[in-house]
């Protein structure tokens, strides 16, 4: 165990940025573990992150929960949507070859980042059409800021499927997926994005790190788990009380520009 001790203020910097954005952790996490073991398995590397990437997103969930900006009406629907994806995402990572897990997290990183530096703003609720198939939502947080936006329930169910799915069998915890998905695409704040995000991760990266165990996959990577998790159980709440004092466009572009860094990094390993 000594000799990962160096891995806790790694997953203290992974918690508290991880928790910052929403997206758990798992993609800093991940590029960082194919650079610092490259003759281990896709499948030791995914166990591992998922199992970071759980404790990172429950921890910061009880720090959003404080602040009471988790839409957990959304939370939960999109929760159970991203289980059956995760468990199939944990299966089918075992037959990806490394090299080829390795240019397909990069290249969707790099598209990630394009997405996000493209469209760096929402539209305001007021801007949007009323439309009969969304479903609204009103709450005041902590800070007594009000929040209502509306989306379409059932786009949200099937994205949170394909989210559990594509994080599950790369190891990402879906945040980077996810959080995106929210603002841009179901209209959701920002910063309730970002904590709802998290609720969310939490319960996915759970079914997925289950089915490693079961597996046996996740067994190599215990030591290395415990060394990160105190890190980032450490760093995530200092990440959601960061999230008061950063601009929710500045975390959006702090985002887009980690994900196209780090995916160039990984796609030129690859090739």
Same mark, same amino acid.
């Given at each position: 165990?000594?000799?990962?001790?160096? #891995?806790?203020?790694? *997953?203290?910097?992974?918690?508290?940025?991880?928790?910052?954005?929403?997206?758990?952790?798992? =993609?800093? &996490?991940? @590029?960082? /573990?194919?650079?610092?073991? @490259?003759?281990?398995?896709?499948?030791?590397?995914?166990?591992? %992150?998922?199992?970071?990437?759980?404790?990172?997103?429950?921890? *910061?969930?009880?720090?959003?929960?404080?602040?009471?900006?988790?839409?957990?009406?959304?939370?939960?629907? =999109?929760?159970?949507?991203?289980?059956p994806g995760a468990i199939l995402g944990a299966l089918t990572t075992s037959f990806i070859p490394r090299r080829a897990?390795?240019?397909?997290?990069?290249?969707?990183?790099?598209?990630? %980042?394009?997405?996000?530096?493209?469209? @760096?703003?929402?539209?305001?609720?007021?801007?949007?059409?009323?439309? @009969?198939?969304?479903?609204?939502?009103?709450?005041?947080? !902590?800070?007594?800021?009000?929040?209502?936006?509306?989306?379409?329930?059932?786009? *949200?169910?099937?994205?949170?499927?394909?989210?559990?799915?594509?994080?599950?069998?790369?190891?990402?915890?879906?945040?980077?997926?996810?959080?995106?998905? #929210?603002?841009?695409?179901?209209?959701?704040?920002?910063?309730?994005?970002?904590?709802? %995000?998290?609720?969310? &991760?939490?319960?996915?990266?759970?079914?997925?790190?289950?089915?490693?165990?079961?597996?046996?996959? =996740?067994?190599?990577?215990?030591?290395?788990?415990? %060394?990160?998790?105190?890190?980032?159980? /450490?760093?995530?709440?200092?990440?959601?009380?960061?999230?008061?004092?950063?601009?929710?466009?500045?975390?959006?572009?702090?985002?887009?520009?980690?994900?196209? #860094?780090?995916?160039?990094?990984?796609?030129?390993? !690859?090739?």
């Amino acid at each position: 165990m000594g000799q990962y001790l160096w #891995l806790i203020p790694i *997953g203290l910097l992974i918690g508290a940025y991880g928790t910052l954005i929403g997206a758990g952790g798992g =993609f800093v &996490l991940v @590029p960082f /573990l194919l650079l610092l073991y @490259p003759n281990e398995s896709p499948e030791i590397i995914t166990s591992i %992150s998922l199992a970071v990437v759980f404790f990172n997103a429950l921890s *910061g969930s009880m720090a959003y929960a404080r602040m009471r900006r988790i839409d957990y009406r959304s939370g939960l629907l =999109f929760s159970i949507a991203t289980i059956p994806g995760a468990i199939l995402g944990a299966l089918t990572t075992s037959f990806i070859p490394r090299r080829a897990f390795d240019a397909i997290l990069g290249l969707l990183m790099i598209l990630a %980042s394009v997405f996000l530096s493209l469209r @760096p703003r929402m539209r305001k609720a007021a801007d949007l059409a009323p439309d @009969p198939r969304h479903v609204s939502r009103t709450f005041t947080d !902590a800070d007594g800021a009000v929040h209502t936006y509306s989306y379409n329930q059932t786009y *949200g169910v099937v994205m949170s499927l394909l989210v559990g799915y594509f994080s599950s069998v790369l190891g990402i915890g879906g945040g980077i997926i996810h959080v995106p998905v #929210l603002t841009h695409l179901l209209n959701f704040p920002v910063h309730v994005a970002t904590a709802t %995000s998290q609720f969310t &991760l939490a319960v996915m990266a759970l079914a997925g790190t289950v089915i490693h165990i079961v597996t046996g996959a =996740f067994h190599r990577g215990v030591r290395r788990t415990v %060394s990160l998790t105190i890190g980032v159980l /450490l760093g995530a709440p200092v990440g959601a009380w960061l999230s008061n004092h950063v601009q929710a466009d500045w975390i959006i572009r702090g985002l887009a520009i980690a994900l196209g #860094l780090l995916g160039l990094r990984i796609l030129v390993t !690859a090739l």
